[in-house]
């Protein structure tokens, strides 16, 4: 099965810490794309990053970056210096073809002021 | 540009009654998305459209659900007699031209079955 697993279901993190939000995946594909959406309290998701399991570096966006260890199917996202506008439900996902998107459950993110 | 938009945005109806939502991706986009979402869990793939071909559908999609994007261009998502199961949000997204390509979402559907 291709899955995406999600362990933290909330986290909470004090304004301007870090914090690391945890993401597995499983699929026997060799080459896939990984995401990490943000979904803000009664708004649209979306895109805060994205990576390609061909490339080694972890991808990087201003505050948020990835770690990705493709070896242990492990892809989790750490956002630096948190806002209180980072507040949200946040997705892991992957395209483990060229179709359809596999989300986690989420982790519930607060910033706390 | 004024980004994926879905119509109604919340719809209340009795179990057994037909409903149909509408969904207008962001307009040179080929792909389009319908996912949908319980509470407290990740949105789930129900089927895609490359322009006006239906090339996927998951499971999740029964016979009461048939998705339609006749022209290419906005698309359309009918459930026939409803369950109160069908309770969720319903998503949709677009993107250019492949998967890889990331998906600029809708604000959803909210649907209540009573």
């Known amino acids: 099965a291709q899955t995406v697993t999600q362990s933290q279901p909330e986290m909470s993190v004090q304004e301007a810490e870090t914090v690391t939000l945890s993401c597995t995946y499983d699929?026997?594909?060799?080459?896939?794309?990984l995401f990490w959406y943000k979904q803000p309290p009664s708004r649209q998701m979306i895109l805060v990053i994205r990576?390609?399991?061909?490339?080694?570096q972890n991808a990087t966006e201003n505050r948020f970056s990835v770690n990705f260890q493709k070896a242990a199917k492990s892809f989790s996202l750490k956002i630096s210096d948190s806002q209180l506008g980072d507040t949200a439900m946040y997705f892991c996902?992957?395209?483990?073809?060229?179709?359809?998107?596999?989300f986690g459950a989420g982790t519930r993110l607060t910033v706390k002021p | 540009d004024t980004g994926v938009s879905q119509d109604p945005r919340h719809k209340i109806t009795k179990r057994g009654q037909n409903v149909t939502f509408r969904c207008d991706p962001i307009?040179?986009?080929?792909?389009l998305y319908w996912y949908r979402q319980t509470l407290g869990q990740g949105p789930e793939f129900l089927t895609y459209?490359?322009?006006?071909?239906?090339?996927?559908k998951s499971r999740l999609l029964s016979d009461r659900f048939s998705a339609e994007r006749p022209k290419g261009s906005f698309s359309t998502l009918e459930i026939q007699r409803t369950e109160q199961g069908d309770s969720a949000m319903y998503l949709c997204?677009?993107?250019?031209?492949?998967?890889?390509?990331?998906?600029?979402f809708g604000p959803g559907t909210r649907l209540t079955v009573t």
């Open positions: 997204a677009s993107s250019k031209t492949t998967g890889r390509d990331e998906q600029y």
């Open positions: 459209f490359q322009n006006e071909a239906q090339l996927e």
């Open positions: 699929t026997s594909e060799n080459n896939y794309y």
């Open positions: 307009s040179e986009h080929n792909r």
């Open positions: 990576q390609e399991a061909y490339k080694q």
């Open positions: 996902a992957f395209i483990p073809n060229n179709n359809d998107m596999r």
